[in-house]
């Protein structure tokens, strides 16, 4: 193998590892955002039952 040919090799080696950080760091990323949003919707109907309790038949504009 020509050292033009190994140089172009090594590089690609590097910027494959590069690549598959970027996709790990990516997947973790993501995972975290499905965790919180999960989060959020479980504290957001949480929050609006508790507030329908509380509000019931008080106020206009909250459904019940």
């Known amino acids: 193998m020509s050292k033009k040919?190994?140089?172009?090799v090594?590089?690609?080696?590097?910027?494959?590892?590069?690549?598959h950080e970027?996709?790990?760091?990516?997947?973790?990323i993501k995972?975290?955002?499905r965790k919180l949003l999960r989060k959020t919707r479980r504290l957001l109907?949480?929050?609006?039952?508790?507030?329908r309790r509380l509000f019931k038949g008080r106020y206009i504009g909250i459904p019940p």
């Not at 109907?45 to 507030?51: A, C, F, N, P």
Request: aromatic residues 6%; positive net charge.
């Open 5 to 8: 040919n190994y140089e172009i």
């Open 10 to 19: 090594k590089e690609n080696h590097k910027m494959s590892k590069e690549n």
């Open 22 to 28: 970027i996709v790990n760091e990516n997947y973790e």
């Open 31 to 33: 995972r975290r955002s």
């Open 45 to 51: 109907r949480r929050t609006s039952k508790l507030l």
